[in-house]
Nanobody, 129 residues
Framework: QLQLVESGGGLVQPGGSLRLSCAASVGTLDYRAIGWFRQAPGKERETIACISSAETERGTVFLDSVKGRFTVSRDNAKNTVYLQMNALKPEDTAIYYC????????????????????WGQGTQVTVSL
């Protein structure tokens, strides 16, 4: 069964950058759409972005508050999907997760409730002075 592991989080100052990675510990990501999400303490999970299996450069960022600052990309040769985060703000502090597109069509991004999973441990991003 395909399993994803997030990494690359940490503490960064406002205005800084981080690149999160989502790698498959078992199996290949080549034919799967991958979504990025985040959840801050006391808040609901937010959908950040998604990249389909055919998008070799950049996927689509959905979250208005990060548009122009975050980009999603993939390197199938490395079996990894990335979330590049620039100009980070304190309100970007959250646990960040990646997840697989579920359902019968798994290669393209189909957004909506319960369309992604399973959920791993995520990686903590803290933006603070």
């Amino acid at each position: 069964q395909l399993q994803l592991v997030e990494s690359g989080g940490g503490l960064v100052q406002p205005g800084g950058s981080l690149r999160l990675s989502c790698a498959a510990s078992v199996g290949t990501l080549d034919y799967r759409a991958i979504g990025w999400f985040r959840q801050a303490p006391g808040k609901e999970r937010e959908t950040i972005a998604c990249i389909s299996s055919a998008e070799t450069e950049r996927g689509t960022v959905f979250l208005d508050s990060v548009k122009g600052r975050f980009t999603v990309s993939r390197d199938n040769a490395k079996n990894t999907v990335y979330l590049q985060m620039n100009a980070l703000k304190p309100e970007d502090t959250a646990i960040y997760y990646c997840a697989l597109q579920l359902g019968s069509i798994q290669a393209v991004c189909i957004m909506g409730r319960d369309q992604f999973g399973p959920w791993g441990q995520g990686t903590q991003v803290t933006v603070s002075l």
